[in-house]
């Protein structure tokens, strides 16, 4: 189907030419649809802006104030699974293995760094859930809204023809957000969200905290198991030997599974930054200019390089701007 065919009756003949769509898109017109009430168009994500009550406060990083939330049971059950899963671990960790270990200095030191792992991961999660992943306008490919862009004749600009958004430069439609999303790498359900152009640092340290985790618990339980055997079962638990077994086994289980898809996933996310292309234009194979890696790599945590790199709590600078805040 010639893409601007759909565009026939919404556009003057002349704004035709500049508001096509993209060439892939088949089927019937979204216009038509729009007169009766359709569910591709019921909103699927819950946006809140607490801005006036972070001004009265005068907080004003923009980044923190606004709060994106995807509604999708299954993303919605994934997240809560994650959350159980560093649960279930925090439980093995601290009241099976550390509690019961001779030495205090032990227990300590890797509690210490067990935790902390486990508030960086939970926080990054957090963030990349609660974050706006660069959602583009929805409903702005009005006749107004591509005048005011001031095109000069020739120039085209792309419209996403399922939320009828002027599309920006590598901007893809998210079937679950149903919004298109600048810089959109996938939709990821373990963090109910899309990853795109302003919740990837997130993702990244999401993905790399959860794997540290997993290597961790995994040495921790492998010496737990070791320091039983070599006790006879004696005073390494609180529990009976088949249940402290069960519990060691299942967190090796869970250390082991995840701590290679999250290392994978991580590898994934840093090779997508440094060559600066996302994952959907890995498959999609586009062609176009790529910045430096070292440019790349700061474009998504941020300029200069320092320790908020590794922080979930720090907003890259470029993104605290209210510029790239847009009303839904
Ligand atoms: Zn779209
Ligand atoms: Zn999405």
């Keep these: 189907m010639d893409a601007t065919a759909n565009l026939e009756g919404a556009f003057p003949r002349d704004l035709q030419e500049i508001a096509t769509t993209r060439p892939i898109y088949k089927g019937s017109s979204p216009y038509k649809k729009k007169k009766q009430p359709d569910k591709q168009y019921s909103e699927s994500v819950v946006f809140l802006d607490f801005s006036s009550i972070f001004s009265t406060f005068g907080y004003t990083n923009p ?27 925090e439980y093995v960790v601290m009241f099976v293995m550390l509690i019961h ?16 792992l486990a508030f960086l991961a939970i926080s990054s999660h957090l963030r990349a859930m609660f974050t706006d992943p660069g959602a ?19 120039e085209v600009v792309y419209k996403c023809p399922k939320c009828i958004s002027i599309k920006p430069d590598r901007a893809h439609h998210c079937s679950v957000c149903q919004r298109c999303i600048r810089k959109m790498d996938h939709h990821c359900p373990w963090v109910n969200n899309c990853v795109g152009e302003n919740n990837q640092k997130y993702f990244v340290l999401f993905t790399m905290y959860i794997c540290l985790i997993s ?24 529990m009976s030997p088949p249940a402290t077994t069960i519990f060691l086994i299942f967190l090796i289980f869970e250390g082991m599974l995840f701590g290679i898809f999250t290392g994978i996933m991580f590898g994934t996310q840093m090779s997508a930054v440094c060559t600066d292309e996302t994952g959907i234009e890995q498959l999609k194979k586009e062609e176009r200019e790529r910045r430096s890696r070292w440019l790349s790599i700061k474009g998504v945590f941020g300029h200069p390089f320092s320790i908020h790199w590794f922080s979930p709590f720090s907003t890259p600078r470029f993104l605290t701007s209210e510029k790239i805040y847009y009303s839904v």
Excluded: Q
């Design 63 to 89: 980044a923190l104030r606004h709060v994106w939330f995807v509604k999708d049971i299954c993303g919605i059950v994934c997240a809560v699974f994650t959350w159980l899963l560093i649960l279930y671990a």
């Design 101 to 116: 270990e001779s030495s205090n200095i032990y227990s300590f030191i890797h509690g210490l760094i067990f935790n902390s």
């Design 136 to 154: 583009v306008p929805k409903g702005n490919a009005t006749k107004e809204g591509i005048e005011s862009l001031g095109l000069k004749k020739g």
């Design 215 to 238: 290597v961790h618990a995994l040495y921790m339980a492998v010496t737990h198991f070791i320091f039983c055997v070599g006790k006879d079962w004696k005073a390494c638990s609180g």
